[in-house]
């Protein structure tokens, strides 16, 4: 059963960082594209950071030079997030792909686990 977990979500003021977790079934980790996804309240699902399984990334602009997205050998996924702007605010999700690479459209994406919220205050 294919299954993606996230964690680390909370609330913190701008300026401040988060650590968010992914595990990951390991059917899928070392053979898909993995990534992180977000979508704020009255607005569509965007992609954030993806790695692939040579673990080449790519990030939104929106985020670059703020969050680094990692994995690790025990099949999770990460995504630091420093310097947090009230408008990071959304439910965080972690995606998988196995037809693509690298890319941040998330209809691209097959399996999604249920999200993890990010609230930053200003």
């Known amino acids: 059963q294919v299954q993606l977990v996230e964690s680390g979500g909370g609330s913190v003021q701008a300026g401040g960082s988060l650590r968010l977790s992914c595990a990951v079934s390991e059917i899928i980790y070392s053979s898909h594209c993995i990534g992180w996804f977000r979508q704020a309240p009255g607005k569509e699902r965007e992609g954030v950071a993806v790695i692939a399984r040579n673990d080449g990334t790519r990030y939104a602009d929106f985020v670059k030079g703020r969050f680094t997205i990692s994995r690790d050998t025990m099949n999770t996924l990460y995504l630091l997030m420093n310097s947090l702007r009230p408008n990071d605010t959304a439910m965080y999700y972690c995606?998988?792909?196995?037809?693509?690479?690298?890319?941040?459209?998330?209809?691209?994406?097959?399996?999604w686990g249920q999200g993890t919220q990010v609230t930053v205050s200003s």
């Open positions: 995606a998988a792909a196995g037809r693509v690479s690298l890319s941040l459209l998330p209809s691209h994406y097959d399996y």
